[in-house]
């Protein structure tokens, strides 16, 4: 279900070659990044959504070190003052992987997104 970023990821590549699409692993060590634009699945939303704020999420329950995920990863990175803004564009996991692209390809191109 949230393999479709990287799944989507050779077609944005081609649709901008100007764009540094960059994979990383949420829990990995990050270095002071500033500002952020991130391309992950989103559960709950029914299109592409860009989101402005880690405020717009709510937390996962948490039963062990292995429920650690990006969101978490994301928080620590803000309060840490590695990340300054964080953008989001949310895909769901329900809608069409060429509908996916489509979407993403219109936001790229008509908001001023820092990529």
């Known amino acids: 279900m949230d393999s479709l970023p990287l799944k989507i990821l050779p077609e944005l590549k081609k649709l ?4 540094d699409f960059v994979t990383k692993d949420p829990n990995e060590d990050w ?5 952020i634009t991130i391309i992950d699945t989103v559960v709950g939303i029914t ?3 860009v989101f402005d704020t880690l405020k717009d999420f ?13 969101y978490t990863n ?3 990175l803000e309060k840490l003052g590695k990340i300054k803004k ?3 564009i949310g895909i769901s996991p329900s809608i069409p992987q060429q509908k996916t ?11 001023a ?3």
Request: aromatic share 6%; glycine share 2%.
């Open 86 to 88: 964080v953008t989001i």
């Open 113 to 115: 997104l820092n990529l």
């Open 31 to 35: 270095d002071d990044v500033g500002d």
């Open 47 to 49: 299109d592409v959504k």
């Open 16 to 19: 901008f070659p100007e764009i």
């Open 101 to 111: 692209i489509e979407e993403i390809e219109d936001i790229i191109k008509n908001e």
């Open 74 to 76: 994301l928080l620590m």
């Open 58 to 70: 709510i937390r996962a329950p948490r039963f062990s070190l292995h429920d650690f995920d990006a």
